[in-house]
């Protein structure tokens, strides 16, 4: 099973700024099948990014993901209001799928 | 518009059975492979289930293998998890998801599911 580790768990920062949340895959994860989703609360995830890099269909551009080994990174370029959430990294490449355990953005 | 829309949820004692559905429209259902993920209240987001178009293949977490059971109708677009022999920790909203390959792209807005005495 891969592990995925999120750092840190909670981000407290303020509209503007950058915000930069790191995955870190207990093993390779193939074909960097690794997706970033936010969650609001009472709402479900939504997906932002795919294959550690790629936005998902309306997803903004201040949302980018980067991947290096089995490091990976979502970054925020300039947080807005809407952007204070939970975001999960997930890997799709191997059974059992698994979720990190959540970074929460908050003001 | 892409829309999942679960049902089934409710209240249940340990040890006893529920079916949830989950209703597709506004896409080719039978192209996805389609996933459960549950939430257990103030908690992650843990994957459950997947299954294949026309259900040749399911994978399930270890935790609910051999008691849950996750099956489709792509003649009715819908998708099912039987869950049997519940536990106090199966508690959880659980989520129909779908996508391309194993990607969750598309998601509903879940069922509640409470295991109680």
């Known amino acids: 099973e891969i592990v995925l580790t999120q750092s840190p768990g909670t981000l407290s920062l303020s509209p503007g700024e950058r915000a930069t949340l790191s995955c870190r895959a207990s093993q390779t994860v193939g074909r960097n099948y690794l997706a970033w989703y936010q969650q609001k609360p009472g709402q479900a995830p939504r997906l932002l990014i795919h294959a550690a890099s790629n936005r998902a269909t309306g997803i903004p551009g201040r949302f980018s993901g980067s991947a290096s080994g089995t490091d990976f990174t979502l970054a925020i370029s300039s947080l807005e209001p809407d952007d204070f959430a939970v975001y999960y990294c997930q890997q799709y490449a191997t059974s059992p799928l698994t979720f990190g355990g959540g970074t929460t953005v908050e003001i | 518009e892409v829309q999942l829309v679960e049902s089934g949820g409710g209240l249940v004692q340990p040890g006893e059975s529920l079916r949830l559905s989950c209703a597709a429209s506004?896409?080719?259902?039978?192209?996805?492979?389609m996933n459960w993920v549950r939430q257990a209240p103030g908690k992650g987001l843990e994957w459950v289930a997947i299954i294949r178009q026309g259900g040749s293949e399911k994978y399930y977490v270890d935790s609910v293998d051999g008691r849950f059971t996750i099956s489709r109708d792509d003649a009715k677009n819908s998708l099912f998890l039987q869950m049997d022999s519940l536990r106090a920790e199966d508690t959880a909203v659980y989520y129909c998801?779908?996508?391309?390959?194993?990607?969750?792209?598309?998601w509903g807005r879940g069922t509640l599911v409470t295991v109680s005495s």
């Open positions: 506004g896409f080719t259902f039978s192209k996805y492979w």
């Open positions: 998801a779908g996508g391309s390959g194993w990607l969750m792209t598309d």
